[in-house]
């Protein structure tokens, strides 16, 4: 069982920046890891994920503004985002992916199989 805890949200205003981390419990080295969000009355949508290589993947409206990473030493990931918009206020989820040493890019909810409970994230205008 593998447990994650996020960290960073808050609230920033338009054109500002965040870091997210997510710590994990367990090593979490031979895992993709993913961010995902959720605003209210929306499916939970995935932002970028970062394979156990290291190699990242970002949806549409993250590329250019979100840098995902990982410290495999800290069991960390994190999620800088800059240039923030009112749109992307939500609730931000990392998450564990299912397959160890996997080539895939996991941009899919049912590509992980441990989720963390949620930082919220308001940018106001």
């Known amino acids: 069982q593998v447990q994650l805890v996020e960290s960073g949200g808050g609230l920033v205003q338009a054109g500002g920046s965040l870091r997210l981390s997510c710590a994990a419990s367990?090593?979490?080295?031979?895992?993709?890891m993913g961010w995902f969000r959720q605003a209210p009355g929306k499916e939970r949508e995935f932002v970028a994920t970062?394979?156990?290589?290291?190699?990242?993947y970002y949806a549409d409206s993250a590329k250019g503004r979100a840098t995902i990473s990982r410290d495999n030493a800290k069991n960390t990931v994190y999620l800088q985002m800059n240039s923030l918009k009112p749109e992307d206020t939500a609730v931000y989820y990392c998450?564990?992916?299912?397959?160890?040493?996997?080539?895939?890019?996991?941009?899919?909810?049912?590509?992980?199989?441990?989720w963390g409970q949620g930082t919220q994230v308001t940018v106001s205008s």
């Open positions: 998450a564990l992916g299912r397959d160890p040493y996997s080539a895939a890019n996991y941009y899919r909810t049912n590509d992980y199989i441990y």
């Open positions: 367990g090593r979490t080295f031979s895992y993709a």
């Open positions: 970062i394979s156990w290589s290291g190699c990242t």
